[in-house]
């Protein structure tokens, strides 16, 4: 794996997670998850794609933003306000992290600051 970066860099994280996906049938988990990817897509906006990292979590995303550490805030209140009946869990932090490449070649980002991020989802409730 090859990394683009050797530096960390201080960035706002965000996570969303899908309650209960496991526990749903195979054409379910399709449609919640067709259901939160454009839920988190129109949250995001016009935030351009080079602010960003997106990791697809299998049961949800997890989000790095580059730039303004304000907009994991934003997205996160635009994502819970639109989720309707929609079970989500979310967790955000700002922390450092590191980009890197996958397996696949894409960019993909390791360190605490991601860590936590998904520690924080995993304590909250849905909504």
């Known amino acids: 794996m090859a990394e683009t970066s050797r530096l960390n860099r201080v960035c706002s994280v965000l996570f969303v997670d899908l309650v209960g996906y496991s526990r749903l049938t195979v054409a379910e988990q399709m449609e919640r998850r067709r259901a939160c990817t454009e839920l988190v897509s129109e949250a995001l906006g016009p935030l351009s794609g080079s602010d960003r990292i997106i990791a697809d979590t299998g049961d949800g995303a997890g989000v790095t933003f580059l730039a303004a550490p304000e907009n994991a805030l934003f997205v996160a209140l635009r994502t819970r306000d639109a989720a309707g009946e929609l079970?989500?869990?979310?967790?955000?932090?700002?922390?450092?992290?590191?980009?890197?490449?996958?397996?696949?070649?894409?960019?993909?980002?390791?360190?605490?600051?991601?860590?936590?991020?998904?520690?924080?989802?995993?304590?909250?409730?849905?909504?």
């Open 87 to 127: 079970a989500l869990r979310m967790g955000f932090n700002l922390g450092p992290v590191r980009v890197t490449q996958d397996l696949n070649g894409q960019q993909n980002v390791v360190g605490d600051g991601i860590n936590v991020a998904q520690r924080v989802m995993s304590f909250s409730d849905p909504g």
